[in-house]
């Protein structure tokens, strides 16, 4: 199963906050066509954001949003070798996922599959330190969990 794809995955963020880092990764999908605006998306994971942090923990952030914005199940991953505050701590590996409100299902799969997959210190290692989009893909799509 292809959680993520190299078309989503942005090696290095050029942003170093978390506004930045989450509109930079919503050009991504909106680059693709995977989500119709930005705003829309933006608005609403900012929204989730100053109601709880998504922070969640070992450098990990998942910001997320349901919304028309998308029809599925979308995601974007990026690296910040600075680190990007969400809530006061420090990420290094941004997870965005976008969904539309029917999805629920595969919305909360994949979060779980998320949290999963970082649960694994050698999974955040090997992510936060790959020499290239490709070995990002390959270490997320093969880890078993």
């Not at 290095?12 to 705003?39: A, D, M, N, P, W």
């Not at 989730?48 to 979308?74: D, W």
């Not at 680190?83 to 799969?109: H, W």
Request: hydrophobic residues 40%.
């Amino acid at each position: 199963m292809e959680i993520i794809s190299h078309e989503t995955v942005i090696y290095r963020l050029r942003s170093t906050t978390r506004s930045g880092v989450i509109r930079e990764l919503l050009s991504k999908l909106k680059g693709y066509g995977h989500i119709k605006t930005i705003k829309d998306a933006y608005v609403a994971i900012m929204q989730r954001e100053h109601e709880s942090s998504t922070y969640v923990g070992k450098g990990i952030a998942i910001p997320h949003a349901k919304g028309y914005f998308a029809n599925r199940v979308f995601c974007a991953l990026g690296i910040s070798g600075k680190g990007v505050n969400f809530g006061g701590e420090c990420a290094y590996i941004v997870v965005l996922m976008v969904s539309s409100p029917e999805q629920t299902r595969d919305y909360i799969k994949y979060l779980t599959l998320f949290a999963k997959i970082f649960s694994r210190n050698d999974v955040i290692h090997g992510v936060k330190y790959a020499n290239n989009t490709k070995d990002i893909v390959n270490i997320i799509n093969n880890t078993k969990v």
